[in-house]
C-alpha cells in the first residue's frame, strides 16, 4: 500500500481545509486508515481513524465534533475535513494504513508522507 498525503496549508483560525490521503494497492480496501499529526519538538499524535469500510470512526477528544475522516465511494482515498481550526492544529499530518482500527502510531504499517497545516491567529 502506497500512501501519498495532500491538502495542507496556511490558514487562519476558524478556517477550514480538507487533507486527502491517496492510496495505490489492490488491498487497500482492507485496511483501516489513520491521520496522525506531528508538532515541531512534540510526538506524533493520533487524530482520527475510520475503518476498512468507513462504518466506524474514532477521534482524538481534541478535534471530535471538528474534525470528521471519511472513506470516497471508491475505497481509493480518505479524507479528513477539518473545521473551526485552531492554532494548536498546527503540525504536520500524517495519513497511515494498519490491519486493525487502532490509535496506536505502532501499529500502523504504511505511511504516507507528512503534509504542513499551519493555522495563524
Known amino acids: 500500500v502506497q500512501l501519498q498525503a495532500s491538502g495542507g496549508g496556511l490558514v487562519q483560525a476558524g478556517d477550514s481545509l480538507t487533507l486527502s490521503c491517496a492510496a495505490s494497492?489492490?488491498?487497500?480496501?482492507?485496511?483501516?486508515v489513520g491521520w496522525f499529526r506531528q508538532a515541531p519538538g512534540k510526538e506524533r499524535d493520533f487524530v482520527a481513524s475510520t475503518n476498512w469500510n468507513g462504518g466506524t470512526t474514532y477521534y482524538a477528544d481534541s478535534v471530535k465534533g471538528r474534525f470528521t475522516i471519511s472513506r470516497d465511494n471508491g475505497n481509493t482515498a480518505v479524507s479528513l475535513q477539518m473545521n473551526n481550526l485552531k492554532p494548536e492544529d498546527t503540525a504536520v499530518y500524517y495519513c497511515?494504513?494498519?490491519?486493525?482500527?487502532?490509535?496506536?502510531?505502532?501499529?500502523?504499517?504504511?505511511w504516507g508522507q507528512g503534509t504542513q497545516v499551519t493555522v495563524s491567529s
Open positions: 494497492g489492490r488491498t487497500f480496501s482492507r485496511y483501516t
Open positions: 497511515a494504513a494498519a490491519l486493525s482500527l487502532t490509535s496506536r502510531a505502532v501499529s500502523y504499517d504504511y
